[in-house]
């Protein structure tokens, strides 16, 4: 699969990483001399932190060609994302070009955050709006405006690098994300211009407050949330009134003068300007990884944190028998170091037992076998660890299977760094087979056991 990058800015840049990472091919057409560096930069934050949402590794990444030829940039393109500044007579030339040159069968999307479709096609064209939030390889949310067939197939395409298509029911200006920010920006700018707070007093109430809720709930389940066991018509009739309260500004803008552009600025600078803008993207992303990830632990998964989930089910790589297995392969994420700099102990362990279940579930032991009352239990394990590892460095594990008869299973996992293949930690492990409803050792159901006693025999073999 192909994608065509027309523009190379901080979306455009994004846009990229997300494909490459999720082992497309890219080209990029941009005709600014930095555009290389530009994204050169964007895809090391990339490579640094998308691997760190999932528990297991994405595809190889494609391949990134740029190009000073918009026709060979989208040829053979599935795929051809304009993420150009927002002038819709840029917008109109370079979408017209790209009628002449791109497969008929592309889709054709734009990173537009305002334009309508029925604006963007008026002279001809075919695209859709395919507006992502930055950064692009980290946020699953891309709103989709336009054509129902398109949009629906462009959802499909999304949802497969791990994005969430939201598509939005008519078209409209700014869509719907970007006409609530509006909203929150224009009483932002009033209370800045007011003295009722500065840049950083707004940004604190935001992050230490209600956008930690947003994160997982939205709005409105907030809502509901808050109108206790009534739920939202309670909530609705206690606070429904203050609409009509003189508290917010939000149908009048403050006259953008220079008076009030340098007081912003400056403030701003005051908050963050200690911070290069890179130091602040690597702060963000770590940020959002660990939120995102933490999201996705919960359950089934919430919020943002489904999307990862569900993307993650579909990274994970099939398993034959082979000697030994390749049970894991994954990057190291970022929050699992400690103050030493280097891989927490305790994660080894986890690394490890993430392996003990897909050998579990290889053989017959999975969720659905778990769920009949049936499991293996580790009764006893012994890690060495041989070498540092730090976040971000791909990283593998074989198994092996070198006991397995019975209710007693035995695995030797050797953790490996992908780059260099060096040896980091190994472990001996040692599980029992358990009835969940009694939680003492059983022998395991028959087919399960005879997938064990045929892997400890190839393995014993030492051939695949």
């Given amino acids: 699969m192909k994608a065509a990058i027309i523009g190379g800015g901080v979306i455009g840049g994004g846009w990229a990483a997300r494909f490459l990472l999720n082992g497309w091919d890219v080209a990029v057409f941009d005709p600014d001399p930095e555009a290389e560096r530009k994204i050169s930069e964007v895809l090391m934050n990339a490579r640094r932190a998308l691997p760190g949402l999932y528990d297991t590794a994405l595809p190889p990444e494609g391949r990134l060609t740029y190009h000073s030829d918009l026709a060979q940039s989208v040829a053979g393109a599935d795929w051809v994302q304009e993420s150009v500044p927002e002038r ?7 979408l ?8 008929d069968e ?23 709006v395919a507006h992502p939030f930055n950064p692009v390889y980290l946020l699953p949310l891309i709103e989709l405006v336009g054509d129902a067939d398109t949009c629906a197939r462009a959802a499909d395409i999304l949802s497969g690098i791990g994005m969430f298509p939201l598509k939005v029911r008519k078209e409209i200006d700014a869509h719907i994300a970007d006409r609530f920010l509006e909203a929150v920006w224009r009483e932002a700018l009033w209370l800045v211009k007011d003295g009722i707070a500065n840049t950083e007093e707004i940004d604190e109430a935001i992050r230490m407050g209600f956008g930690l809720r947003w994160a997982q709930m939205g709005l409105f389940e907030t809502y509901r949330v808050a109108g206790g066991e009534a739920g939202m018509k309670h909530f609705m009739a206690q606070f429904g009134p203050c609409l009509s309260w003189p508290w ?4 009048d803008v403050p006259e953008f003068t220079d008076e009030l552009v340098d007081l912003i600025a400056d403030q701003s600078d005051a908050q963050s300007g200690h911070m290069s803008i890179r130091e602040l993207e690597r702060l963000r992303d770590d940020n959002l990884v660990s939120i995102l990830r933490a999201l996705k632990a919960r359950g089934p998964g919430s919020g943002a944190g489904r999307v990862v989930r569900d993307h993650e089910a579909d990274l994970w790589h099939a398993m034959t028998d082979t000697t030994p297995l390749r049970t894991v392969a994954r990057d190291v994420p970022i929050d699992w170091t400690d103050y030493n700099g280097h891989m927490n102990e305790g994660r080894y362990g986890q690394v490890f037992s993430d392996a003990a279940d897909r050998v579990m579930a290889h053989v017959g032991a999975d969720a659905d076998y778990i769920g009949s009352g049936l499991s293996f239990f580790t009764a006893e394990t012994n890690i060495k660890y041989l ?8 990283v593998y594990v074989d198994s092996t299977v070198t006991l397995g008869e019975g209710k ?11 780059a260099d293949d060096s040896l980091l930690a190994t472990c001996d492990q040692f599980l029992l087979h358990v009835d969940l409803t009694t939680r003492k ?4 159901r028959a087919d399960v056991e005879a997938r064990v006693e045929t892997l400890a ?8």
């Avoid at 017209?96 to 497969?103: G, H, I, R």
């Avoid at 070498?387 to 791909?394: I, N, P, R």
């Avoid at 035995?410 to 992908?418: A, P």
């Avoid at 025999?457 to 695949?464: I, V």
């Fill in 88 to 94: 819709l007579e840029l917008k109109h030339k370079v």
């Fill in 96 to 103: 017209a070009d790209l009628m002449q040159y791109a497969p």
């Fill in 106 to 128: 592309a889709i054709i999307g734009s990173s537009t955050s305002g334009f309508k479709p029925s604006e963007l096609n008026e002279k001809g064209a075919r695209a859709i």
């Fill in 248 to 251: 917010t500004k939000l149908m």
């Fill in 387 to 394: 070498d540092e590892c730090h976040a971000g460095e791909a």
């Fill in 408 to 418: 007693k299973l035995r695995l030797w996992h050797e953790m490996r760094r992908k």
């Fill in 441 to 444: 050792s059983c022998p395991p």
């Fill in 457 to 464: 025999t190839l393995h014993a073999r030492g051939t695949t």
